[in-house]
């Protein structure tokens, strides 16, 4: 049973930082493509960020770059987002992703979505 549990959401003020947790169970004997995508009310989704499970590059949305960190932790089977400086406009649902059938992410693995086969139930992020 695959499962994707985000944790670490909640309202911060402008300026400050938050770090997002995405645990994966039940595919984690393969190597994945782990991604961040978010959504804002009204907006499409907007690929964050993305790091593979077995290692290799990370990569970044566009517009992204500089204030939002992807790591990870094999051993817990955690991926995380760190986001600082965060502005009003980080505000969204977070959702982690994983696409377990792929042998790497790349940057354009941020705009399709559609490519990831399992995903979290998402943490709210609130900026004010």
């Known amino acids: 049973h695959v499962q994707l549990v985000e944790s670490g959401g909640g309202s911060v003020q402008a300026g400050g930082s938050l770090r997002l947790s995405c645990v994966a169970s039940g595919f984690t004997f393969r190597p994945s493509c782990m991604g961040w995508f978010r959504q804002a009310p009204g907006k499409e989704r907007e690929g964050v960020a993305a790091?593979?499970?077995?290692?290799?590059?990370?990569y970044y949305g566009d517009s992204l770059k500089g204030r939002f960190t992807v790591s990870q932790d094999k051993d817990k089977n955690t991926v995380y987002l760190e986001i600082n400086n965060l502005k009003p406009e980080d505000t969204a649902i977070y959702y982690c992703a994983a696409d377990p059938f792929v042998n790497y992410c790349s940057s354009s693995s941020l705009s399709r979505p559609g490519d990831f086969d399992y995903w979290g139930q998402g943490t709210q992020v609130t900026v004010s």
């Open positions: 790091i593979y499970s077995g290692g290799g590059p990370t």
